[in-house]
């Protein structure tokens, strides 16, 4: 069994060795740096990783399209170019519980959806959605939402990013705020940090007291780790003067330092 197991890990990483290998469309290039402004930020090195990694995402995903939209290579790469920002820096098996990508034109209804809060009750009623993550399987998102979100790499809310580190969350013991770590010794910081940040939050928006992640990441663990990714990304530097262990934290994740040296 264990011979078999190392057998299909070995042929992966021989099929993602040709993926990343292959040249990336100069129209792939034009659509990143049209329509993710966090693109330009990175170095020759970066970008080329990223290129790599975008091959094998496109490779490996399904992606469908609903009410009628056409799924493009402009919807494609960009929704992949944000997915594998996440995994620029970190070892990957590429969203191995991921099968599809599912693209609605605009925002969407969720008719009888539920919502767990932090007290542990659940809030069940019609839900108007930018983007789901499904533990096994589906990522949903709003294209254009998805389109704003890249565009705009420093307003704090990326849709893609957000469903996207709900999946890498969902690589692990369950969707439950704590991904997949590079070391099983980071788990004891991530778990202090993390858990004493989200109590914090909690209680904040408990008192109505205004704070930088806002009241919908005090909505259960996983969602303080998704929203804390998007600011992580979007706002690195207001997030390492603000809440400096947690930017540790998620550097030590990503591999990625965002803020740079200074705040």
């Known amino acids: 069994m264990l011979s078999r197991l190392l057998d299909i890990l070995d042929f992966k990483e021989r099929r993602w060795a ?30 080329e990783r990223l290129h790599q990694h975008i091959n094998v995402f496109l490779h490996e995903k399904r992606f469908e399209g609903v009410e009628g939209l056409e799924i493009t290579d402009e919807i494609r790469v960009t929704i992949a ?21 599912i693209v609605y034109p605009r925002g969407y209804l969720v008719r009888g959806a539920q919502m767990r809060r932090p007290d542990g009750t659940i809030i069940e009623g019609d839900s108007h ?23 705009d ?3 704090g809310r990326n849709v893609a990013l ?6 890498l969350d ?12 590079h070391d099983r010794g980071m788990y004891t910081a991530w778990a202090r940090v993390l858990g004493a940040e989200y109590a914090k939050l909690v209680e904040d ?10 009241s919908y990441a005090a909505t259960n663990p996983a969602e303080f780790f998704a929203v804390a990714t998007e600011l992580f990304f979007e706002r690195p530097r207001q997030l390492k003067e603000r809440h400096p262990e947690l930017y540790e934290q998620l550097r030590l994740c990503y591999g990625q330092d965002p803020a740079g040296s200074e705040v």
């Open 205 to 214: 928006v408990d008192e109505q007291r205004r704070t930088m992640l806002g």
């Open 129 to 151: 959605r930018l983007g789901e993550s499904w533990h096994r399987g589906n990522v949903v998102l709003s294209w254009d939402d998805v389109r704003h979100g890249a565009a």
């Open 81 to 101: 170019a944000q997915a594998c920002l996440l995994i620029l820096n970190r070892p990957t098996r590429y969203y191995p519980t991921l099968s599809s990508i």
């Open 170 to 181: 969902g690589e692990y013991l369950g969707v439950e705020g704590a991904p997949l770590l």
């Open 18 to 47: 040709k993926l990343r290998a292959r040249p990336f469309p100069l129209e792939w290039v034009l659509i990143l740096e049209r329509n993710v402004s966090a693109y330009a930020a990175l170095t020759a090195d970066e970008k």
């Open 153 to 155: 790499a420093d307003d």
């Open 162 to 167: 957000h469903e996207f580190a709900h999946q």
